[in-house]
């Protein structure tokens, strides 16, 4: 099925495309043609520009926008820290305080919906790695509100770029560059400074963030694969400008800085912006649209066949981010132990389950609004009764993870756990590995007179030094 259908219907219009420079006026003639800031922009607006990186940055990579408003963004109070026990977005620049580095392999119970916080008020940073003011590494949030925000606040980080991932209730999200409407298995992405505000549509919401302290998200290099497949560029959605006209009530903007919250107050409406151009734009994308590859021969492929975004780092192939998903699909691979294999990998992975169940665990201790963490070097792998059901299953093609949705923040970076995510939310299982793992029996059986060659013979025969080696061919 190539999109979802949601129970909640879709409300408003967007435009199509992936990394599109996109174009759009609430009002006929608000976008002044051809120059960005001619003297006296149409309908009397102020231009400004919102950049999302350097001015700079080489044109493939250059994401900047320009807004056409009733009055610029700069028109307001000082800002003022306004933290609360609620807001919890550390880890402010001293990481080695605020956040445990263990290996440990951690499992979490779903964590529980709240019902009396906002959206700003319901962030939690459960792990992370790296720190906002260097514009280095990666938080991951879990959110769960009740509560819409004031009728009068309005919303943004400083800190980085929100991938948001719903897993229970419906987001209404109004940005300064248009309306979104976010269902559990769409997500979206919120770019560093862009003002907005969450309303609840339908009930509680409980969900996922990735924020990127550095970079921005692009669609994975398809290689061989060609020039369609996995997440296509057309099924990225952006806003249309969408306005309200309101210079008279008080507003107040609440900005994430180096994981503090502060306000400030203004008495005209962030909303304001009649018409936009440019690169810098928040979008969502349906995940049921992903066109998933696999294996039609043997063995599966690594999980970056499932990427939807990657942010790259330095070096090449190797992510700061990637957000995976592991979509419904068919399995027909011959003579394969269809689930993941056991593995220890360089980059740390965090998972989180939208719905259903993941095929690579049967236990039932991974949950939907549950999450895991295999950190960097941590083994893993399908737990005992997987790999059992797996090894002796009938290799018929059969399709997986039907009406299930999980999905993986993937990192080069080593992860950490904040003091909430290993003790506050009191969601860790402590049973994880003893449940998964440790009930692994060995299968290990020589067959009737098959010797053990491990290298020693020749030394038992009395040769030394070099003649000793077991031969070996190059
Ligand atoms: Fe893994």
């Known amino acids: 099925m190539p999109s979802t259908q949601f129970n909640f219907k879709e409300r408003y219009r967007y435009q199509n495309g992936f990394a599109s420079y996109h174009e759009s006026e609430a009002v006929e003639g608000a ?59 550390n880890p402010e ?11 440990n392999q951690l499992r979490w119970d779903p964590f529980d919906l709240d019902e009396t916080v906002d959206w700003v008020h319901s962030l ?16 991951y949030f879990i959110y769960a509100a009740g509560k819409d925000m004031a009728a009068n606040e309005a919303f943004y980080s400083a800190d980085g770029d929100f991938l948001i991932v719903p897993q229970h209730g419906v987001l209404d999200i109004q940005t300064e560059l248009g309306r979104l409407v976010v269902r559990p298995n769409e997500i979206c992405v919120i770019p560093r400074g862009i003002r907005y505000r969450v309303t609840l549509p339908d009930g509680p919401v409980r969900g996922y963030i990735l924020e990127l302290y550095e970079g921005h998200f692009e669609l994975p290099e398809l290689g061989p694969i060609g020039s369609n497949c996995l997440a296509n560029a057309r099924d990225f959605q952006a806003p249309v400008a969408d306005f309200d006209e309101d210079t008279n009530n008080s507003w107040t903007i609440l900005a994430k800085f180096a994981g503090h919250l502060y306000a400030a107050k203004q008495d005209h409406t962030p909303f304001d912006v009649v018409a936009w151009h440019g690169l810098y734009y928040p979008y969502k994308y349906d995940l049921g649209r992903f066109n998933t590859m696999g294996s039609v021969s043997y063995d599966h492929p690594d999980p970056s066949i499932y990427t939807v975004l990657t942010c790259q780092s330095a070096s090449p192939g190797t992510a700061i981010a990637d957000f995976v998903i592991f979509p419904p699909r068919w399995l027909v691979a011959e003579d394969t132990f269809r689930p993941p294999w056991y593995h220890r990998n360089t980059m740390s992975e965090f998972m989180g389950l939208i719905h259903g169940q993941y095929d690579a665990k049967t236990g039932g201790g991974f949950q939907p609004a549950g999450a895991s963490l295999h950190n960097v070097m941590s083994g893993h792998g399908p737990d005992a009764s997987t790999h059992e059901k797996a090894s002796n299953a009938e290799l018929a093609p059969h399709k997986v993870g039907e009406g299930s949705m999980a999905f993986m923040f993937e990192s080069c970076l080593m992860i950490g756990v904040t003091d909430w995510g290993l003790k506050k939310c009191q969601k860790v299982q402590e049973d994880y590995n003893a449940e998964s793992w440790e009930p692994l029996k060995p299968h290990f059986k020589l067959k009737p007179g098959q010797k053990i060659d491990n290298g020693l013979k020749s030394i038992a025969n009395g040769t030394e030094g070099d003649k000793a080696q077991v031969p070996h061919y190059t």
């Open 31 to 89: 976008l002044p043609v051809g120059a960005n800031s001619p003297q006296k922009p149409p309908l009397g607006l102020y231009a400004e520009k919102l950049s999302g990186t350097a001015f700079t940055a080489p044109r493939h990579k250059n994401q900047q926008s320009w807004l056409y408003r009733i009055l610029p963004s700069c028109g307001h109070s000082n800002f003022e820290a306004r933290e609360s026990s609620t807001f919890n977005t």
């Open 93 to 103: 620049n001293k990481p080695w305080e605020e956040i445990h580095f263990i290996p």
């Open 124 to 139: 939690h940073l459960v792990a992370g790695a790296g720190d906002p003011t260097m514009k280095t590494g990666v938080g």
